[in-house]
């Protein structure tokens, strides 16, 4: 059974970076697929960030595109997310999913970022 | 790249039939057959209901059920149970391998 786990600071200050794992279990990374974040700020919908390939190519939401940093390591088989100059808009739920080419079909349970001073 | 519009909720008394829409561009729904419904449970990760349009992953109901008209996609739950309750997303393919999702619609079960 595919797992995946979210780890990082629940509380984040305005300006700073916000930096977040994946621990994937029951399945490599390395093996294939595409692995992605995704984030829900609260009471409202789900935005894709950005997506990443075990090879390292990485694809980002243009209106993020600027901020955010994905990233994979194979030999701990997990990836990170890195969303720099947070405000108070990126307050959120993040999740990080599989993306089997055509649909998330694993997800985590999340993890609740706030961004405050 | 917008997001998907969906009606704000839909409701349906148990053993109705309610359908969701789904709308989005020639750049989106339009053009790729790679549109997911996901459900949502308070406090809980979002669950894949459908995908590629109209298929049902291993273990969903066949009570749900998905389809496509051009730029709108639709999830229809037929025969509703208090289960349903909860919010629904819809995501599409928008091109360049990027995704986009839609606002979400509740369901509330009369």
């Known amino acids: 059974q595919v797992q995946l786990q979210e780890s990082g600071p629940g509380l984040v200050k305005p300006s700073e970076t916000l930096s977040l794992t994946c621990a994937v279990s029951g399945y490599s990374i390395s093996s294939g697929y595409y692995w992605v974040w995704i984030r829900q700020p609260p009471g409202k919908g789900l935005e894709w960030i950005g997506t990443?390939?075990?090879?390292?190519?990485?694809y980002y939401n243009p209106s993020l595109k600027s901020r955010v940093t994905i990233s994979v390591d194979t030999s701990k088989n997990q990836f990170s997310l890195k969303l720099s100059s947070v405000t108070a808009a990126d307050t959120a739920m993040y999740y990080c999913a599989r993306l089997t080419v055509t649909v998330f079909d694993y997800w985590g349970q999340g993890t609740l970022v706030t961004v405050s001073s | 790249q917008s997001a998907l519009t969906q009606p704000a909720s839909v409701s349906g008394s148990p053993g109705q039939s309610i359908t969701i829409s789904c709308t989005g561009t020639s750049s989106d729904i339009g053009s790729y057959n790679l549109v997911s419904w996901y459900q949502q449970h308070p406090g809980k990760a979002p669950k894949l209901m459908i995908y590629?349009?109209?298929k049902r992953p291993s273990g969903v109901s066949n009570r749900f059920s998905g389809s496509k008209s051009g730029n709108t996609a639709s999830l229809t739950i037929s025969g509703l149970q208090a289960e349903d309750e909860a919010d629904y997303y819809c995501?599409?393919?928008?091109?360049?391998?990027?995704?986009?999702f839609g606002g979400g619609t509740k369901v509330t079960v009369l």
């Open positions: 990443i390939y075990h090879s390292g190519s990485t």
């Open positions: 590629e349009v109209n």
């Open positions: 995501c599409s393919h928008a091109g360049s391998n990027t995704w986009v």
